[in-house]
């Protein structure tokens, strides 16, 4: 192709390439000004086959030429879409991997979905940061209370009546106090019908705990003379005290003569006709006699109490070492303060007892909130101080994994 040839010619026309190829015969730069005699009549070519009709090229008269076709061209196109802005574009959607070929070229199946997939979120510099500080605010005392309430959460179910025998060499050492919070704190944590029995043959105070709106005016001795076979719960329920918290108390009878008429076996029928309880907490009186001894014997477990001082020290460390006095397998020893004043060394105590084979020792201290509550029919726990909330909860969550 040379120079002065258009762009848009065909260059395998016959009759154009028959021109060039003759001498003297110029080819002008514009074919519109190439003359066409009037009288010639085109070549036919050969073999009687019908001549290819040579294109028309656009004028070169005018630098518009080809802009004038294109922007026809153009006109006849439809409009174009409106772009939208970025915030009404549609989302884009992420790249979905192509199931990969398995070697007899079949598609696999996609794979599951992984955790690390779902729950990548990492705690930033900033929660991290939170996290230490309430941590750091978090008192050691706080800390133990938590502790305590997530072992009472987890308290298991009982399979059974468990029997749960308060003992202490002498009285007024706090066996009915913490019998009765202890149980209010098992009822709370549902594991099932809690019973406080009181066993104290000399003029029990369990039933004097409940308010008088809930306190019930039967007792001991009217349960074992109105049934021979454990009665139905509906039945069993006038003859118990029902507390706020959950916690029923079957009250000592109220007369010498009956006091005196009780004897073990008379505890064992009516441990029989509470066999619907799922927890039965038998506050005993102060002392070692045939009926603590008997107790002790059939017990699933045993609350030993001592008071920090030498002689009750001395006492409860007599009864621990006779052998003729047998504690359950899962004893607990309470070192209770019920006094302000005059208490010994309580860690001397507490390391001298360490030496025993107890499965939990605890220490509570004087509280005389908790004195003027119960006197006055009004315990409530939350309104306890910290310093006794905890024991009571880790001596209560030490009974309660013992359930059966």
């Known amino acids: 192709m040379r120079p002065e040839d258009d762009f848009f010619s065909d260059s395998t026309d016959a009759g154009t390439e028959a021109a060039r190829s003759r001498p003297g015969d110029r080819i002008p730069e514009d074919r519109d000004e190439r003359p066409v005699p009037l009288n010639r009549r085109p070549a036919s070519p050969p073999n009687g086959s019908r001549a290819l009709r040579t294109p028309t090229a656009p004028s070169r008269s005018g630098s518009g030429n080809l802009r004038d076709v294109l922007s026809k061209a153009r006109a006849t196109q439809p409009p174009r879409a409106k772009r939208l802005p970025r915030s009404e574009a549609a989302p884009v959607r992420p790249k979905i991997d192509e199931p990969e070929l398995s070697p007899d070229g079949v598609p696999r199946p996609p794979r599951p979905i992984l955790r690390n997939e779902v729950h990548h979120q990492t705690s930033s510099p900033l929660r991290r940061m939170w996290t230490w500080i309430n941590d750091s605010l978090t008192s050691r005392a706080e800390l133990a209370e938590y502790a305590e309430d997530r072992r009472l959460e987890r308290l298991p179910s009982t399979s059974r009546t468990n029997l749960i025998v308060f003992v202490g060499p002498r009285g007024g050492v706090g066996k009915t106090t913490v019998a009765r ?55 069993l329920r006038p003859y118990l005290s029902t507390l706020d918290d959950g916690l029923l108390i079957l009250g000592a009878p109220s007369t010498r003569a009956e006091m005196r008429a009780l004897a073990p076996e008379h505890y064992e029928r009516a441990l029989g006709l509470l066999r619907g309880a799922d927890v039965v907490l038998m506050d005993c009186a102060g002392g070692i006699g045939d009926l603590q001894e008997w107790a002790l014997r059939v017990a699933d477990q045993a609350v030993v109490f001592a008071t920090p001082d030498f002689v009750a020290a001395n006492n409860v460390a007599k009864v621990l070492t006779d052998d003729e006095v047998r504690l359950p397998r899962r004893s607990t020893l309470v070192l209770n303060n019920p006094r302000p004043e005059g208490a010994g060394d309580m860690s001397a105590i507490e390391q001298h007892f360490a030496r025993h084979s107890l499965e939990e020792r605890v220490v509570l201290p004087y509280d005389q909130r908790l004195r003027v509550m119960l006197d006055q029919g009004t315990y409530k726990l939350e309104s306890l101080d910290r310093s006794t909330r905890v024991p009571l909860k880790r001596l209560a969550a030490a009974i309660g994994e013992g359930l059966r």
């Open 181 to 235: 919070a202890v149980g209010g704190l098992l009822s709370t944590a549902r594991c099932g019908t809690v019973v406080l029995m009181d066993a104290d043959r000399d003029y029990g105070p369990a039933v004097d705990l409940a308010p008088d709106s809930r306190r019930s005016s039967k007792t001991l001795s009217d349960l074992l003379a109105d049934f021979d076979e454990a009665p139905h719960p509906p039945q």
